[in-house]
């Protein structure tokens, strides 16, 4: 497609739910970034993949998040078991390149996660 | 550890106003610095990318300038016009020497909120 593109836009959840929010990125895009911004804040770094491979989820607040890039195209990110403080707007972003400091990222509109 | 700050925090200005947004990062050792804009409700669209070997980037009404040894960032808007109005993020990536295997992270500001009137 011709942009990043995250479904669903928007998601409601009850407290202890399990979540799932999508990234499509740019075609040939080789790394793949997930952000998460909370309310008033800058987006703060996840995880990241180049190609199928995770190569940094350092990010990650808890073990109840989870991401994979199983065919190194379309990227998933999973919450379990869902608290108030995981409200937030996750944001996808990718890069032609391996090395992405080299160049822009390409941002999507974003997830926004509400937990009841 | 990099901390960005970003000054002020909101800004409103009347149309046709030039503006200065400020960014400062406490690590110089940055790779590139970025400047991002995001609408209400919307991702983020990269405005300008300066690599840290350089001093300025320009892009139509926006220019940006780094000032790498005193850790600063401006981000100039000429004749703001209403839809200029939105967040202004800046971002850094620190230099490979710094971070190692870390250099691709990016570390933004809170952003400033800028208003154009009509």
Avoid: M
Avoid at chain 1, 29 to 58: M, R
Avoid at chain 2, 98 to 108: C, D, E, I, M, V
């Amino acid at each position: 497609g011709a942009g990043v593109s995250q479904s669903p836009r928007y998601k409601v959840a009850k407290r202890g739910q399990d979540v799932a929010l999508r990234c499509d990125p740019i075609s040939g895009h080789v790394s793949l970034f997930w952000y998460q911004q909370a309310l008033g804040q800058g987006p703060e770094f996840l995880t990241y993949f180049q190609n199928e491979a995770q190569l940094d989820k350092s990010g990650l607040p808890s073990d109840r998040f989870f991401a994979e890039r199983p065919e190194g195209s379309v990227s998933t990110l999973k919450i379990q078991r869902t608290q108030q403080e995981d409200s937030a707007v996750y944001l996808c972003a990718s890069s032609l390149y391996s090395r992405p400091n080299t160049g822009e990222l390409f941002f999507g509109e974003g997830s926004r996660l509400t937990v009841l | 550890k990099q901390e960005v700050t970003q000054i002020p925090a909101a800004l409103s200005v009347p149309e046709g106003e030039n503006l200065v947004l400020n960014c400062s990062f406490t690590d110089s050792a940055i790779y590139n610095l970025q400047w991002f804009r995001q609408d209400p409700g919307k991702g983020l669209t990269s405005l300008l990318l300066i690599q840290s070997s350089q001093r300025e980037q320009t892009s139509g009404r926006l220019n940006a300038s780094l000032d790498k040894s005193s850790g600063r960032s401006t981000l100039y808007i000429a004749a703001s016009q209403p839809g200029d109005s939105a967040t202004y993020l800046c971002a850094v990536i620190p230099s490979l020497k710094r971070s190692g295997a870390g250099s691709y992270q990016l570390t933004f500001g809170k952003g400033t909120k800028l208003s154009v009137i009509p």
